[in-house]
């Protein structure tokens, strides 16, 4: 059995996902607000709203709260000679292994909450998908793009 991969995510990237699911929570509580407007024109049960407002809150106090910590735990990536490994997700974890020889394209990105914690992703492509490692420090996930780069030509030149 191969042990688990041990490398983190920056601690930062927890509150980026807290903002980023803050903001998410904000839309989700339209949907009361609109049903709240549809009952100034039409005859609808106020209980109605109070559930859809109760749910809307309750739910977005989980995504705040629970699921990017579970998702900050779990989230583990190795880099090693023939292959990367990553480890994440909350509820179902999903564990991918992407041969060197597969990786075609490495690249950073970060958008401005990225940017403003000074953090990157790393995205990984090759012919079937995208993978990425997000939330890194910046130095990290350029060190970590050109070890994967220079990993995968040694890689393709052995093919």
Partial sequence: MRELPNKKLAQKTLS????????????????PIAYYIGMRY????????????TAAIIYSLIKIIIIPKLKWQKWRYEIFENEVELMYGVFVVR????????????DTKHGPLLRH????????????????????????????RDYIAKLAREADQDD
């Fill in 42 to 53: 039409i005859a609808l049960p106020t209980w109605i709203l109070y559930l859809i407002l």
């Fill in 95 to 106: 564990r991918v292994i992407i041969p060197m020889i597969r990786v075609q394209h490495v």
């Fill in 117 to 144: 914690y000074k953090l990157s992703s790393v995205t990984i492509s090759t012919a079937a998908t995208i993978h990425e490692i997000p939330g890194l420090e910046e130095n990290k996930a350029g060190e970590l």
């Fill in 16 to 31: 980026v996902w807290k903002i980023v699911a803050s903001i998410e929570s904000v839309f989700l509580l339209l949907i």
